[in-house]
């Protein structure tokens, strides 16, 4: 079964502009999550996504958002884009409930100038 | 709210064992605990929820004390391939979860 995967993986932004990042979950998961890595705090939840509903929403601010299609896959959009936001985002997906194992994929290196 | 995890770092030889401590102050829901190396995305290591149930796929034991709201992680007879950084996330009821400052595991020949 392919895994999780995260395009693109690499991306260079500057402070304003705006970023799509996508996630496609393995086959057959319904439950996508969003995480952000930064080495000053660690890993934080963004948001989940089941079924194209948001169930569960982090403490970050509104420019970061995201949505789930009819097939599982799901984006994450982060308008005006500041120096902060340089991180790794990380997706991972999950068959169904919140008890399932979560798979992550690799991951997108998010740089911004 | 951040769990905290203990400690920081921890260097053993192959064969020895150590303990990963993850504690919080509310009460949880469920503890998962994952491994991420250098360069790598965390991969899932084991879920323990509140009433006892487990899930895990490796070879790795784990414990919730559900009245502590603690949680520890046996790395037992340890191996080259349990290097890496080792993260608790803690659920609430609002199933959020939130994520531990990591504990670097460095297991030498």
Partial sequence: K???TQTPRYLIKTRGQQVTLSCSPISGHR???WY??????GLQFLFEYFSETQRNKG???GRFSGRQFSNSRSEMNVSTLELGDSA???CAS???VHTDTQYFGPGTRLTVL | QQPVQSPQAVILREGEDAVINCSSSKALYSVHWYRQKHGEAPVFLMILLKGGEQKGHEKISASFNEKKQQSSLYLTASQLSY???YFCGTAEYDYKLSFGAGTTVT???
């Fill in chain 1, 88 to 90: 790794l985002y990380l």
């Fill in chain 1, 2 to 4: 392919a895994g999780v």
């Fill in chain 2, 107 to 109: 297991v030498r020949a």
């Fill in chain 2, 83 to 85: 290097s890496g950084t």
């Fill in chain 1, 31 to 33: 439950s996508v999550s």
């Fill in chain 1, 59 to 61: 403490n970050f601010p």
């Fill in chain 1, 94 to 96: 999950s068959l169904e």
């Fill in chain 1, 36 to 41: 952000q890595q930064t080495p000053g705090q």
